[in-house]
């Protein structure tokens, strides 16, 4: 079945660049995403990428996957106090777009 | 536009109880799935409501059901609680039937459910 999997935590300084990987292992996957959750929200949607792309670029946010892999990334630029939250990629198979699989999510912490 | 609204927004109950979760889609979507997410994890897909009908299901057992009203709006449904339901259960709606085409989900905030 579709695996997504993702480190516990990250923490950075505050001006700093983060990077946050996903290995999943549904090879069929078409959108990839990433969702933010802060303490008592619920899911917000940052980015998704369709599984031709290699790469997306929203302004301080780049994605990339290396279809091979199985491997997704999102670097945030110049991170803020403000990013400090779970950060979770999501997948949908190419035979159904209405199941998501997440993985467990990765904690950022900003230090200013 | 509120968004997607989610009722209660925390709930205690004890074992063996029964529980209904509320979810209002946002405006102009008719779609809505429901994720169960535990403490630690990911949001784990139980299942999906379009035109009143389920559409499709996760890995949740029957003690799990919902029903979607004319309005869209949702409920979910969960009989004979266990230590193990507790959780956090998300809404989410979207537009269409999104079998075959993407569209956004957008989530509510949630509502936390102990069990005790």
């Known amino acids: 079945g579709e695996d997504v999997e993702q480190s516990l935590f990250l923490s950075v300084r505050e001006g700093d660049s983060s990077v946050i990987n996903c290995t999943y292992t549904?090879?069929?996957?078409?959108?990839l995403y990433w969702y933010k959750q802060e303490p008592g929200a619920g899911l917000q949607l940052l980015t998704y990428?369709?599984?031709?792309?290699d790469m997306k670029q929203d302004q301080r946010l780049t994605v990339l996957l290396n279809k091979k892999d199985k491997h997704l990334s999102l670097r945030i630029a110049d991170t803020q106090t403000g990013d400090s939250a779970i950060y979770f990629c999501?997948?949908?198979?190419?035979?159904?777009?209405?199941?998501?699989?997440f993985g467990s999510g990765t904690k950022l912490n900003v230090k200013p | 536009d509120a968004g997607v609204t989610q009722s209660p927004t925390h709930l205690i109950k004890t074992r063996g109880q029964q529980v209904t979760l509320r979810c209002s889609p946002k405006?102009?979507?008719?779609?809505v799935s429901w994720y169960q997410q535990a403490l630690g994890q990911g949001p784990q897909f139980i299942f999906q409501?379009?035109?009143?009908?389920?559409?499709q299901r996760g890995n949740f057992p029957d003690r799990f059901s919902g029903h979607q009203f004319p309005n869209y709006s949702s409920e979910l449904n969960v009989n004979a609680l266990l230590l193990g339901d507790s959780a956090l259960y998300l809404c989410?709606?979207?537009?269409?039937?999104?079998?075959?085409?993407?569209?956004?989900?957008?989530f509510g905030p949630g509502t936390r459910l102990t069990v005790l």
């Open positions: 549904d090879s069929s996957s078409t959108y």
């Open positions: 989410a709606s979207s537009k269409g039937d999104t079998r075959r085409t993407y569209n956004e989900q957008f």
């Open positions: 990428i369709f599984s031709n792309m």
């Open positions: 409501y379009y035109e009143e009908e389920e559409r």
């Open positions: 999501a997948e949908t198979p190419l035979y159904n777009f209405n199941k998501f699989y």
């Open positions: 405006s102009g979507h008719d779609t």
